[in-house]
């Protein structure tokens, strides 16, 4: 099994930065993809985007693109979401999870193909 562990929100001013990390634990021989979700309080859980087992390729929602990077450093088991031009809408409960195998592009979008959440890490954008 895996385990992911998030860190780096905060309150930050709209049009600042965040850079939140994910640490995966246990079983991290295997191939797999790290996806970034978020949840605001009385929505559902949202797909904010992912990166592949390798780096080579990453998928973004629309409403982060342009704004979010996501990265990956293997050789510390970690994924990164640099987040800027934050915005008060994007508000939320930020949580990885983990795809296993080697997919890439838009099957990285599929939200119930996720599992292994980490307890996710606040991010408040501030008006």
């Known amino acids: 099994q895996l385990q992911f562990a998030e860190s780096g929100g905060g309150l930050v001013q709209a049009g600042g930065s965040l850079r939140l990390s994910c640490i995966a634990s246990?079983?991290?021989?295997?191939?797999?993809?790290v996806g970034w979700f978020r949840q605001a309080p009385g929505k559902e859980r949202e797909f904010v985007g992912a990166i592949n087992w390798n780096g080579g390729s990453t998928l973004y929602a629309a409403s982060v693109k342009g704004r979010f990077t996501i990265s990956r450093d293997n050789a510390k088991n970690t994924a990164y979401l640099q987040m800027n031009s934050l915005k008060p809408e994007d508000t939320a409960v930020y949580s990885c999870?983990?795809?296993?195998?080697?997919?890439?592009?838009?099957?990285?979008?599929?939200?119930?193909?996720?599992?292994?959440w980490g307890q996710g890490t606040q991010v408040t954008v501030a008006s």
């Open positions: 246990g079983r991290t021989s295997v191939s797999f993809a």
């Open positions: 999870a983990a795809q296993y195998g080697r997919a890439s592009g838009n099957p990285m979008g599929v939200t119930k193909s996720y599992a292994y």
